[in-house]
């Protein structure tokens, strides 16, 4: 089952080296760094091993090997991976951080890098990249990791170029989206996620959730509001089509059981909410995957 996950987020503090313009680093699942967190520094994400959740502000997805994603300042995320108990995925991630305001400095000094500026205004929302981008950009992300000096600079430059001009991304969190960052209440809902993740694909009730993290269910909905953007219901639903889309696109086990094994009682209620969360029938959304494969 999944590791937690807290939706209220903490704040990670980037401390930058003085040697380096930007911060490149890798780490295991699970590790201290890995959960719900927001930081001011624009990251890039790429995720080499496992599978599981994505959520960024309030987006919820899946991942596999090779998701490259960018996430924006001050934008709550993270990557729970499907693990066993005491499972360690080594070297899941590989992180590079940056000030905002990088290139917009450093133009000050290069006038070539000027031009460049207006194709970074993508770089005001948080987005996911597929396809040859994305693999172009994990190849350029691996070779900063090893490189020294100016061609350490360089690959960092090529990437952004590459991210700021593709065509390959979809967009993750909604431009409305506006994260509440009230880390005091961190561990209560870390408490209330972790209860949740450990019961599906089993119902699990708003109810039942409130009171194991000691609020009214009332309290509870307006807190989860607050720091989700999605109602209880919504999120729950969220989650269970997330999975079940990628149970559709990555095997061939026949609509109805992936409908039982997401937690579905009957296949009327999970062709619907499919519907609702996708645009399409699970069979069209299991068509067209194969027809992008």
């Not at 313009?21 to 890798?26: G, K, P, T």
Request: glycine fraction near 4%; aromatic fraction near 10%.
């Amino acid at each position: 089952m999944p590791r937690s996950i807290s939706k209220s987020p903490a704040l990670e503090r980037i401390i930058a080296s003085p040697e380096h313009s930007f911060r490149c680093v890798s780490h295991d699942f699970p590790c201290e760094v890995a959960r719900w967190n927001y930081h001011p520094e624009h990251e890039l994400h790429l995720i080499r091993r496992s599978t599981g959740r994505v959520f960024v502000g309030d987006y919820i997805g899946t991942f596999g090997p090779g998701h490259l994603a960018f996430v924006n300042s001050n934008v709550p995320h993270n990557w729970v991976s499907d693990l066993h108990p005491d499972e360690v995925v080594a070297d899941r991630d590989l992180v590079i951080q940056f000030d905002p305001g990088l290139l917009e400095k450093a133009a000050s000094l290069f006038p070539e890098l000027r031009s460049f500026l207006p194709s970074l205004e993508v770089f005001n929302r948080s987005w996911q990249f597929h396809d040859d981008c994305a693999r172009a950009g994990a190849s350029l992300m691996e070779d900063i990791s090893t490189a020294t000096g100016v061609t350490r600079l360089i690959r960092f430059l090529e990437l952004l170029h590459l991210l700021a001009t593709t065509k390959d991304r979809t967009p993750l969190a909604t431009p409305s989206y506006v994260p509440t960052l009230d880390q005091a209440a961190s561990d209560q809902i870390e408490k209330a996620m972790r209860f949740i993740l450990a019961r599906l694909p089993h119902e699990v009730s708003m109810e039942e959730v409130a009171t194991h993290v000691g609020m009214s269910s009332s309290s509870f909905s307006r807190f989860f509001k607050r720091n989700t953007a999605h109602n209880f219901v919504d999120y729950m639903r969220k989650l269970r089509i997330g999975e079940a889309s990628r149970l559709l696109a990555e095997t061939q086990r026949p609509i109805t059981d992936i409908c039982f094994d997401v937690g579905y009682a009957n296949i009327s209620s999970f062709n619907r909410s499919f519907r609702e969360e996708r645009g399409m029938t699970p069979s069209a959304y299991r068509r067209l995957s194969r027809a992008i494969d």
